[in-house]
């Protein structure tokens, strides 16, 4: 079989150089240059979102940890 021939890391691998330049270019054809800012800023806000809920969830955890257990 051809499939069993080829390396996994081949299969999950970062692109290189030229192929930065092909998702580059990909994106522009796609999206066009008037929507890339808006799309940046669309996956900053989500990113900036799941750190603070992130940060949330930590915050619970540490302060139910400190709290006193009651007794029943």
């Excluded at 330049?21 to 240059?33: A, C, N, T, Y």
């Excluded at 799309?39 to 400190?66: C, Y």
Aim: proline share 6%.
């Amino acid at each position: 079989m051809i499939l069993s021939n080829i390396n996994p890391q081949l299969l999950i691998s970062m692109p290189s150089g030229g192929e930065w330049i092909w998702l580059l270019v990909i994106v522009i054809v796609l999206f066009g240059g008037k929507k890339i800012p808006e799309l940046a800023r669309g996956i900053g806000k989500g990113i900036r979102e799941f750190n603070d809920a992130k940060e949330g969830v930590k915050n619970e955890i540490e302060n139910g940890m400190k709290e006193p257990k009651e007794n029943k």
